[in-house]
Nanobody
Framework: QVRLVESGGGSVQPGGSLRLSCAAS????????AGWFRQAPGKEREGVSC????????HYVDSVKGRFTISRDNAKNTMSLQMNNLKPEDTAVYYC????????????????????WGQGTQVTVSG
């Protein structure tokens, strides 16, 4: 069992940046693919990005490509999501999660594939 805690959310103006962090307070991230998801009010939870454990390969949903960067530090048992050029449509609660697999699956944006979840952190882009 991996217990995850997110931090780094907040409110920014369009074009601004935020960095989200996810730490494993219990368990280890080492052998798990890890992902970031987001959920806006009235919408389904959406996969944003995934990073594999073994080779660090990354995947992004089209709407964030070129703006978001996922990374992980297995030695520190953390992963991050650097979000640049934020847009109002990025407003959502962001969650980190790990899957029972080391490599991101082709359907990494399917939140049902992931098992361990953080509590979420709010990101609001307005202004």
């Amino acid at each position: 069992q991996v217990r995850l805690v997110e931090s780094g959310g907040g409110s920014v103006q369009p074009g601004g940046s935020l960095r989200l962090s996810c730490a494993a307070s219990v368990g280890h991230l080492d052998y798990h693919a890890a992902g970031w998801f987001r959920q806006a009010p009235g919408k389904e939870r959406e996969g944003v990005s995934c990073i594999s454990s073994f080779d660090g390969s990354t995947h992004y949903v089209d709407s964030v490509k070129g703006r978001f960067t996922i990374s992980r530090d297995n030695a520190k048992n953390t992963m991050s999501l650097q979000m640049n050029n934020l847009k109002p449509e990025d407003t959502a609660v962001y969650y980190c999660a790990t899957g029972p697999f080391g490599r991101c699956p082709s359907d990494y944006n399917n939140y049902l594939r992931f098992r361990n979840w953080g509590q979420g952190t709010q990101v609001t882009v307005s202004g």
